[in-house]
């Protein structure tokens, strides 16, 4: 099979092509194009990639180009993981909304949207040529803001893109290690949006063993999610939210410590990555040529070496405002690997192409899982999948105390998505006005100029 990535040039992609490397099964991925627009970076994801293969026995051919049609043409699958202004743009997103005393964030609230606002033409465009050249293509959307992206995609490719998120699998880890027993054992009950879901029920040989774990401070504090939102709030919510839901619970803590913060998570990632690619462009790894070692031998792994360094201090310093604004401490070293979204792509493949049945957390239309929302509206929730894609399971319904934010935080969705189709101002400053975490249609509209001004790519809201 061939495998397309967008945004063949990004910091995670050695993570996907890890997990290609453990599949040996029948149907597997045979052959990796990375599709980017920067052909320096694309150059040195392939010198890490060329380390990962290092040793392993028929290891998927892997190309790089810089044209969207070649890179799509023939393809079975497609991951899209995209980022429209790159890591300065995430962190453009967070000074301007800080500077007007609201969350940045990439997903959340005004960054949200910016990011929103910039992605989804270029994502429109992406699923045209897609359902142009590769009609018959499954694509995985990991590109943020995912569940807004995947659904404005929708559009031109139907129920042939699903959106992938790996927050929802790492909260199912970290509870089934609190309670102990096997993740792999385990059945998870969740729903909600995209970044904005709550874990109702986690089931082993047909028990909940949620409510024992909400009954028992010690388990219910020694992870993650409970460290972050406390023992009292977990009990009078009844469910487990999602990580991102802490920049709702705790607004004013987030917003106060980010903006007491030395640098936004945006600007720390943006020189922490800048600094790896220099690296590897200004120095000889064991793919280059001998003669640009000049009669020196490349240390072994090197690229590797160096994209491992530094996806561990990525992984250290995940959601550290939000640890300081609870006074967490740092992370616990279980989650310091990746949260598994590649091999939740992986399973995803795997299961359409092999037509091997499965169950896992993806962002699809709803089709009346939730009840208070339409039927297109994408969702997060706990999927059947097969050779005809994904269907969601019937579960527990959306906590009553979530509905409200459930379909507010869609509504904004939807109002970034008509801008974009629309070319119409009035749609961006209306999701920016009622978002829950933007308090006034004044600083809805300064933050839109603001982010006009810095961004070229919305000028098409005039």
Known sequence: MKLTILGGGGFRVPLVYRALLGDRGQGRVTTVTLYDLDASRLTAIRKVLADQAA?????????????????????????SAIRVGGLAGRAADERIALEEGVLGQ??????????GLRTVPVALEIARRI???????WVINFTNPAGLVTEAMTAHLGDRVIGICDSPVGLGRRVAGALGVNPARTRLDYVGLNHLGWLCGLYADGRDLLPSLLADEAALTSFEEGKLFGADLLRTLGALPNEYLHYYYFHRESVGSARAAEQT?????????????????????????????VGVPPAPRAAWNAWDATRL???????????????????DSCDLESGGYEQVALSLMRAIALDERTALILNVRGRGRIPVLDDDAVIEVPCHVDANGAHPIAGAPLPDHARGLVCSVKEVERAVIRAAATRDRAHAVKALTIHPLIDSYAVARRLLDAYQRHFPELAYLG
Not at 106 to 115: L, Q
């Open 265 to 293: 998570r945006g600007a720390f990632l943006h020189s922490q990555q800048q600094r790896f690619y220099d690296s590897l462009s200004t120095h000889s790894t064991s793919t280059d040529p001998p003669s640009a070692a």
């Open 55 to 79: 040793g392993h026995a028929d290891p998927p051919a892997v190309t790089v180009t810089t044209d969207l049609d070649e890179a799509v043409t023939g393809a079975d699958f497609v991951f």
């Open 131 to 137: 359902a142009a050249l590769a009609p018959d293509a």
């Open 313 to 331: 201090e990525r992984e250290v310093t995940y959601m550290a405002e939000n640890r300081d604004a609870v006074g967490m401490g740092e992370r």
């Open 106 to 115: 990439e997903t959340v609230g005004a960054g949200g949207i910016s990011y």
